[in-house]
């Protein structure tokens, strides 16, 4: 499946700044309570929220609802769309990829 640019702008939103990348750090040992999350992170409530919003709008983490609390994991769908989303755009195509490629903008 090819991702549109849009697509891979969210994907690669998500990753892009440290406390997301650490929350999904935590998330690699499983689900996780936005509680346990808060703890770790020493994060505020509202900022929390904002971190979780983005990696769930990427859909690399999904959410549900328990009680008062929101419960995180990665989401393996999500996961493998990221996956193919680098694939795509560092993928080198078939075309003549040769070092001495000349530059026509001389001539």
């Known amino acids: 499946m090819e991702l549109t640019n849009k697509q891979m702008t969210v994907i690669?939103?998500?990753?892009?700044d440290e406390n997301r990348i650490q929350i999904l750090k935590l998330l690699k040992g499983g689900e996780r309570c936005a509680c346990e999350l808060l703890e770790e992170m020493?994060?505020?409530?509202?900022?929390?929220?904002?971190h979780m919003?983005?990696?769930?709008?990427s859909g690399v983490v999904t959410g549900r609802?328990?009680?008062k609390w929101m419960y995180y994991t990665i989401s393996a769908e999500?996961?493998?769309?990221?996956?193919?989303?680098i694939a795509e755009i560092t993928s080198l195509?078939?075309?003549d990829l040769s070092i001495n490629r000349k530059c026509n903008c001389d001539e």
């Open 65 to 67: 609802k328990e009680g």
């Open 12 to 16: 690669f939103k998500a990753f892009c």
């Open 42 to 50: 020493s994060l505020s409530q509202p900022t929390l929220s904002h």
């Open 78 to 85: 999500g996961a493998e769309l990221a996956r193919s989303c």
């Open 53 to 57: 919003k983005i990696l769930c709008d």
């Open 93 to 95: 195509s078939g075309q």
